[in-house]
């Protein structure tokens, strides 16, 4: 199995030096006999390997260098974390390290920090922090526990429930509902009046519950003042971290599956050559890889300093991906492995208990979509803007984007939007990926996701520009001098519109089996052959096409890259009627095109490595979260003037495929960042097209079913609001996206070859 993340992650060298380290470590025991040999025991975990663990360094991984610690950033801290996961490690880095050292780091108490935080560095004293007080509450706010003061000493009553490592803790960090608020207290273990009752989990560790009968504290950690922000932002960046725990308990999972169905045999071959397993476990690493996107993306936001708000964003939604993920690929690992699966003695049960424990704890998946989608607001609405390149986009699309191209019934083509892509073109925005030194404006990843974000929100329905989203990057990267000087200005301005032309009828998703051939003879190309499914060819001045240049060759290797002129003599261009109406599909025949021979891109019979590049750019293209974010709008509006956000199950329904589309915007930018560091992506690619041409389906599936009889209509519906939305129409576009650009089953059949190396 590939590891995807060496392959396309740019780690720094300290980022890259914590992982190496922890997976050492973490790899020590590869047959998980010391989990088997902790499970049931009290206490839970090897005070050894503990104390191992801080002559590393790790029990004071978040904690500042001043009181011993190692100060990790968010980025190392879920390399090393996602690396203990993998391990199905028992020691409470989570709960010790992060949840006890920082809620006393967070507190306003300077002498006590000074006190016990260097103690919790060297490993020699374990808090924990005790703040939930009911199953699936994720409210900071106690209501079940109180302190008074008597005598002068702060006195805690009430009861706590779920709390880690509770039979083993030197100290409790308790929040309790004081006369001005909720506050934290310290409370030693041996302290007169506490009751402590540990029950077994069922990955072998424990949750205990407290009982507090006027339990004498022995310091406020956090007084009113701060308690309440410091334990949310405490319990964030305890999300946080057990999403990346996650990670690492589903990636090694999945690791022990594929290697198990590469050798186990039925019917005379290995199982995991059965295209049916083949394409579950493709989920399963689709799945692993968006929760790895997911986690390293929102460690980022975290170090970035951003507000709490961002942060709660970011940490539920790491903990509703990862929690969801975990368990799906665990359960899935199950069902791979068959009986044996089933059974104790095969180590993917030990996974499986792990997830169910981790998707719990702090919330589940459908508290942190609820979470999300609370504060993430409302999707269709524009909140202010912080970043100035949304202000920007804003004001240009309101003074310049017509009103009445807002939300159209079907997708407007590049032709009837001609006067808008010169104001794009004028604005410096017609190639906003593009490298400057080319014309294009050399935005990151992300800020074109926001860009686009800001289009989808105004209603901007417009067809790719196959120049500047295909053409364009593969010139720059292979075509000739006097090819990018002819070609990328007159992209950029508008002047030439393209089409491609790669599929065939007898070939479908099987480029390498196409036919149209080409002969040269002179300084000429004689094309003959038929293209279909071609985009909006009706309306196109070019063409950029593979053909056989070498029928003797092996399939892949006879294959060149052209350039044609559709007016060039010989083209015949029949448009296809679509189901909602429209006719963007186009036949293209061709009858003894003469094509120039200085058409030619990147040499004679190496089309293979044009049209891997070009696929590659495609399935970006067609990866691009705005797919399914567009629909995603119309969803929205027509769900809140239907009064239907307000019922929590639909509500349910439309938070988890807000996050399906926001997390993919993660994987998404993680491999357009590839691109832009002049980097090739591989196989990779095809989770992109899988997610968000699935995810765009039950997008309009939900659209279907809260559009009712509107949606059988042949004709826009207008809501409150003025919005207008073809829902029909929007249902039947998603229809295809599971098929061009190569259908969902054959992209699976790639990752299972390319990442997964099955067999065939």
Same mark, same amino acid.
């Given at each position: 199995?590939?590891?995807?993340?060496?392959?396309?992650?740019?780690?720094?060298?300290?980022?890259?030096?914590?992982?190496?380290?922890?997976?050492?470590?973490?790899?020590?025991?590869?047959?998980?006999?010391?989990?088997?040999?902790?499970?049931?025991?009290?206490?839970?975990?090897?005070?050894?390997?503990?104390?191992?663990?801080?002559?590393?360094?790790?029990?004071?991984?978040?904690?500042?260098?001043?009181?011993?610690?190692?100060?990790?950033?968010?980025?190392?801290?879920?390399?090393?974390?996602?690396?203990?996961?993998?391990?199905?490690?028992?020691?409470?880095?989570?709960?010790?390290?992060?949840?006890?050292?920082?809620?006393?780091?967070?507190?306003?108490?300077?002498?006590?920090?000074?006190?016990?935080?260097?103690?919790?560095?060297?490993?020699?004293?374990?808090?924990?922090?005790?703040?939930?007080?009911?199953?699936?509450?994720?409210?900071?706010?106690?209501?079940?526990? !109180?302190?008074?003061?008597?005598?002068?000493?702060?006195?805690?009553?009430?009861?706590?429930?779920?709390?880690?490592?509770?039979?083993?803790?030197?100290?409790?960090?308790?929040?309790?509902?004081?006369?001005?608020?909720?506050?934290?207290?310290?409370?030693? !273990?041996?302290?007169?009046?506490?009751?402590?009752?540990?029950?077994?989990?069922?990955?072998?560790?424990?949750?205990?519950?407290?009982?507090?009968?006027?339990?004498?504290?022995?310091?406020?950690?956090?007084?009113?003042?701060?308690?309440?922000?410091?334990?949310?932002?405490?319990?964030?960046?305890?999300?946080?971290?057990?999403?990346?725990?996650?990670?690492?308990?589903?990636?090694?999972?999945?690791?022990?599956?594929?290697?198990?169905?590469?050798?186990?045999?039925?019917?005379?071959?290995?199982?995991?050559?059965?295209?049916?397993?083949?394409?579950?476990?493709?989920?399963?690493?689709?799945?692993?890889?968006?929760?790895?996107?997911?986690?390293?993306?929102?460690?980022?936001?975290?170090?970035?300093?951003?507000?709490?708000?961002?942060?709660?964003?970011?940490?539920?939604?790491?903990?509703?991906?990862?929690?969801?993920?975990?368990?799906?690929?665990?359960?899935?690992?199950?069902?791979?492995?068959?009986?044996?699966?089933?059974?104790?003695?095969?180590?993917?049960?030990?996974?499986?208990?792990?997830?169910?424990?981790?998707?719990?704890?702090?919330?589940?998946?459908?508290?942190?979509?609820?979470?999300?989608?609370?504060?993430?607001?409302?999707?269709?609405?524009?909140?202010?803007?912080?970043?100035?390149?949304?202000?920007?986009?804003?004001?240009?699309?309101?003074?310049?984007?017509?009103?009445?191209?807002?939300?159209?019934?079907?997708?407007?083509?590049?032709?009837?939007?001609?006067?808008?892509?010169?104001?794009?073109?004028?604005?410096?925005?017609?190639?906003?990926?593009?490298?400057?030194?080319?014309?294009?404006?050399?935005?990151?990843?992300?800020?074109?996701?926001?860009?686009?974000?800001?289009?989808?929100?105004?209603?901007?329905?417009?067809?790719?520009?196959?120049?500047?989203?295909?053409?364009?990057?593969?010139?720059?990267?292979?075509?000739?001098?006097?090819?990018?000087?002819?070609?990328?200005?007159?992209?950029?301005?508008?002047?030439?519109?393209?089409?491609?032309?790669?599929?065939?009828?007898?070939?479908?998703?099987?480029?390498?089996?196409?036919?149209?051939?080409?002969?040269?003879?002179?300084?000429?190309?004689?094309?003959?052959?038929?293209?279909?499914?071609?985009?909006?060819?009706?309306?196109?001045?070019?063409?950029?096409?593979?053909?056989?240049?070498?029928?003797?060759?092996?399939?892949?290797?006879?294959?060149?890259?052209?350039?044609?002129?559709?007016?060039?003599?010989?083209?015949?261009?029949?448009?296809?009627?679509?189901?909602?109406?429209?006719?963007?599909?186009?036949?293209?025949?061709?009858?003894?095109?003469?094509?120039?021979?200085?058409?030619?891109?990147?040499?004679?019979?190496?089309?293979?490595?044009?049209?891997?590049?070009?696929?590659?750019?495609?399935?970006?293209?067609?990866?691009?979260?705005?797919?399914?974010?567009?629909?995603?709008?119309?969803?929205?509006?027509?769900?809140?003037? !239907?009064?239907?956000?307000?019922?929590?199950?639909?509500?349910?329904?439309?938070?988890?495929?807000?996050?399906?589309?926001?997390?993919?915007?993660?994987?998404?930018?993680?491999?357009?960042?590839?691109?832009?560091?002049?980097?090739?992506?591989?196989?990779?690619?095809?989770?992109?097209?899988?997610?968000?041409?699935?995810?765009?389906?039950?997008?309009?599936?939900?659209?279907?079913?809260?559009?009712?009889?509107?949606?059988?209509?042949?004709?826009?519906?207008?809501?409150?609001?003025?919005?207008?939305?073809?829902?029909?129409?929007?249902?039947?576009?998603?229809?295809?996206?599971?098929?061009?650009?190569?259908?969902?089953?054959?992209?699976?059949?790639?990752?299972?070859?390319?990442?997964?190396?099955?067999?065939?």
């Amino acid at each position: 199995m590939i590891d995807l993340s060496s392959r396309i992650d740019a780690l720094s060298d300290d980022e890259r030096m914590v992982r190496d380290a922890a997976a050492a470590y973490s790899s020590r025991d590869p047959e998980y006999r010391r989990v088997r040999g902790l499970r049931g025991q009290l206490p839970s975990y090897d005070a050894a390997a503990w104390r191992e663990l801080a002559e590393m360094g790790w029990t004071g991984c978040r904690l500042p260098e001043s009181v011993g610690g190692l100060q990790l950033g968010f980025a190392q801290l879920a390399l090393l974390l996602e690396q203990h996961g993998r391990a199905l490690a028992p020691e409470p880095l989570t709960a010790a390290a992060l949840l006890g050292g920082g809620a006393l780091l967070g507190g306003d108490n300077e002498p006590l920090k000074q006190e016990w935080l260097p103690r919790l560095a060297a490993g020699d004293w374990t808090p924990t922090l005790a703040w939930q007080e009911a199953a699936g509450s994720q409210s900071v706010q106690p209501t079940a526990t !109180r302190a008074t003061q008597r005598d002068g000493h702060h006195v805690l009553d009430g009861r706590k429930c779920f709390v880690p490592i509770g039979e083993t803790a030197d100290a409790f960090i308790v929040s309790a509902a004081a006369a001005d608020g909720c506050a934290l207290y310290l409370v030693d !273990r041996d302290a007169p009046g506490l009751a402590i009752r540990s029950q077994t989990r069922v990955d072998g560790g424990t949750w205990s519950e407290l009982t507090l009968t006027a339990v004498p504290a022995r310091a406020v950690v956090a007084s009113a003042a701060v308690a309440l922000p410091a334990l949310e932002r405490v319990l964030d960046e305890g999300r946080l971290a057990v999403s990346a725990e996650l990670l690492g308990v589903m990636g090694r999972a999945l690791e022990i599956t594929v290697d198990y169905i590469k050798v186990r045999e039925q019917f005379g071959k290995p199982i995991g050559s059965f295209q049916a397993l083949q394409h579950r476990a493709v989920d399963m690493f689709v799945l692993v890889e968006l929760s790895r996107a997911v986690v390293r993306q929102s460690a980022q936001r975290f170090d970035a300093g951003e507000n709490a708000n961002e942060r709660a964003l970011a940490a539920s939604q790491a903990k509703a991906r990862c929690s969801d993920a975990a368990l799906k690929v665990a359960k899935g690992c199950v069902q791979l492995q068959g009986g044996i699966g089933y059974t104790d003695e095969c180590n993917i049960g030990l996974f499986l208990k792990r997830a169910m424990v981790l998707a719990a704890w702090l919330g589940d998946a459908s508290t942190h979509r609820r979470r999300y989608g609370e504060r993430a607001g409302d999707p269709s609405e524009e909140a202010e803007a912080s970043d100035p390149l949304r202000r920007d986009v804003r004001s240009f699309l309101a003074a310049n984007f017509p009103p009445e191209w807002r939300f159209p019934a079907t997708r407007m083509s590049i032709k009837e939007t001609v006067s808008w892509q010169r104001k794009l073109a004028e604005k410096g925005w017609a190639a906003p990926g593009w490298p400057t030194e080319h014309g294009g404006t050399g935005l990151s990843a992300y800020d074109q996701l926001a860009m686009a974000e800001e289009f989808d929100r105004h209603g901007v329905s417009i067809a790719p520009n196959m120049g500047i989203t295909m053409l364009g990057p593969l010139l720059i990267r292979y075509g000739s001098e006097e090819q990018k000087r002819n070609y990328l200005p007159r992209i950029l301005s508008g002047e030439l519109r393209w089409c491609q032309g790669y599929s065939e009828p007898g070939a479908g998703s099987d480029l390498a089996g196409l036919r149209t051939k080409a002969v040269l003879d002179g300084d000429e190309f004689v094309v003959n052959g038929h293209k279909i499914w071609t985009s909006f060819a009706h309306e196109a001045d070019m063409i950029f096409m593979l053909v056989r240049t070498d029928p003797e060759a092996k399939k892949q290797e006879g294959i060149s890259f052209l350039l044609a002129d559709m007016k060039s003599p010989g083209i015949t261009v029949r448009r296809i009627r679509n189901l909602g109406g429209s006719s963007e599909f186009c036949e293209v025949f061709f009858d003894n095109v003469r094509v120039p021979k200085q058409n030619l891109v990147g040499g004679l019979n190496r089309g293979w490595t044009m049209a891997k590049s070009l696929l590659g750019s495609e399935r970006i293209l067609i990866g691009n979260p705005r797919l399914a974010k567009a629909p995603l709008q119309l969803l929205h509006r027509l769900m809140k003037a !239907r009064g239907l956000l307000q019922q929590p199950a639909a509500r349910a329904r439309f938070d988890e495929l807000r996050l399906d589309v926001e997390d993919l915007g993660a994987s998404y930018v993680r491999m357009a960042e590839v691109l832009r560091r002049g980097d090739e992506l591989g196989a990779e690619v095809s989770m992109l097209k899988i997610w968000i041409t699935e995810a765009m389906q039950r997008v309009t599936d939900l659209l279907l079913e809260a559009g009712a009889e509107d949606a059988t209509l042949d004709a826009s519906t207008t809501l409150p609001d003025g919005t207008q939305m073809h829902i029909a129409n929007q249902y039947f576009a998603s229809r295809p996206a599971t098929i061009y650009g190569g259908s969902s089953e054959i992209q699976r059949n790639i990752l299972a070859k390319a990442m997964l190396e099955l067999p065939g």
